[in-house]
């Protein structure tokens, strides 16, 4: 019997970084709660994501899946991507 995959997470972000080749660096945002203040804030994620084509631009809003460990830090590879106008 085969075993059924767990699900994978899905993020939306933005691209701030493709000098690398196949690689891209996306900022991923989530709002919560001060744990004191009370007030809600940003609080920000960098991911390296896995760009096969190489066509996301700085500024591009892309949807990034987690995937297995391609190098030290990728963990993510891009599905889909919207172009900054």
């Known amino acids: 019997m085969k075993q059924k995959r767990g699900y994978r997470k899905v993020y939306t972000g933005v691209v701030t970084s493709n000098k ?4 891209i660096v996306v900022k991923v945002s989530r709002r919560c709660q001060h744990p004191v203040y009370k007030k809600v804030i940003t609080r920000y ?7 096969e084509a190489g066509q996301a631009k700085v500024g591009d809003v892309v949807t990034i899946m987690e995937t297995r460990p391609l190098s030290k830090l990728k963990r993510w590879r891009v599905i889909a991507r919207q172009q900054n106008v």
């Open 20 to 23: 690398m080749d196949k690689t």
């Open 45 to 51: 994620t960098k991911c390296y994501v896995h760009d």
